[in-house]
């Protein structure tokens, strides 16, 4: 399948590589992180409770591809799902875990979607995210190892995104679950 997520205006170049700690960071359950992107995943709003968690400023994370926050243990496959959602205009759940400015990671449940204009064109992206429950952290993760172990085993990022998109689809083919079905049983789980 192709990538159909198009190519963001900021260079990630210049951006230093964060270290993970393996600490993890939470946030309260009656709180929301919320963003805005445009429509190349370029941060066009980010809300309090985002730069508390994430440790940014407002002017570092305008401007700037939402990759800023990516975990390099979240699987492509992941991320290809959501971009292959939202290119069909569609809203999508997802697990996330994120990395923040100081190599902390926090794992979100992310609900993205599409913002059209009155035409029907895509302006943007949104995403508000919660707080996961463990159960349910517990239940993604193994999922996500195998995704990342498929994935470092080629070397390429397509030929990566590709095998472990596979693997997902093969996963859930055996569970007989659509990636909805999958998780939706995880998030009516969710303990609050
Ligand atoms: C509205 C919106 C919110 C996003 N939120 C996150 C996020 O919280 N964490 C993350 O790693 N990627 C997020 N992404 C996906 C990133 O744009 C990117 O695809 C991902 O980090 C993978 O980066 P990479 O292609 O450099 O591997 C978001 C995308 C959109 C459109």
Known sequence: MLDTRPAPHASR??????????????FAADELIVSKTDPRGVITYANDVFLRVSGYELDEVLGQPHNLVRHPEMPRAV???LWDTLAAKQEIFAYINNLASDG?????????????????????????????????????????????????????ARAAA???????????????QSYEEFIWSIITREEH
Request: hydrophobic residues 30%.
């Open 79 to 81: 991320f290809k799902l």
């Open 104 to 156: 902390d990671h926090y794992w979100v449940l992310a609900h993205v979607t599409p913002s059209q204009g009155p035409d029907g064109r895509v302006v943007g992206y949104h995403s508000s995210r919660r707080k996961p429950s463990a159960a349910a952290i517990r239940r993604v993760q193994p999922v996500y190892a195998q995704l990342l172990a498929e994935e470092r085993r080629h070397s390429g």
């Open 13 to 26: 170049g210049a951006r230093p590589t964060i270290r993970p700690t393996g600490r993890e960071r939470s």
């Open 162 to 176: 590709e095998a472990s998109s596979r693997l997902l689809g093969d996963l859930l083919a055996e569970q007989q």
